[in-house]
């Protein structure tokens, strides 16, 4: 039902989670995602936590879903010094190409626990549907 788009995102995330680089608007980070079928909708949940819902940009272009969402630092008092940080910050993106098969129109999000979950209904046209066989009109004779 979907295609990724960069074969090189795993690379990307790797160098991040060893580097240790936050991801900028240029050049977002990769964010984790389950993609499934359930019935008759097709389920895109992706893992977000400590984001906040307006930080989050859902688009749909066509085919082309893409998702950004920005994790901002929390504001701290100036006595805090920090001893430990490796929540990554910054900016994370993915973009994925919805098949045909996918009412694009009916899109819905919901973002609950730090886990946006996108529902994309199946289209009718890719539905299976049984095709009634009608007699013919004017049956004709060899003669």
């Known amino acids: 039902m979907l295609m990724r788009t960069d074969p090189f995102r795993e690379l990307d995330r790797l160098a991040q989670q060893l580097t240790g680089v936050a991801g900028t608007w240029s050049r977002p980070s990769a964010m984790p995602m ?78 609950e626990a730090g886990v946006l979950t996108l529902r994309i209904p199946i289209a009718e046209r890719a539905k299976p549907r049984k095709i009634a066989i009608g007699a013919e009109r004017d049956p004709k004779q060899i003669g």
């Open 34 to 111: 389950d993609a499934y079928r359930e019935g008759e909708e097709y389920v895109i949940a992706l893992d977000l936590p400590g984001v906040a819902r307006d930080a989050i940009d859902i688009d749909v272009e066509r085919n082309m879903l893409t998702v950004k969402a920005e994790r901002r630092p929390v504001v701290k008092s100036e006595d805090v010094q920090m001893e430990l940080s490796e929540r990554p910050l910054g900016v994370f993106s993915r973009q994925l190409v919805l098949a045909d098969t996918l009412d694009t129109e009916r899109i819905t999000a919901a973002y």
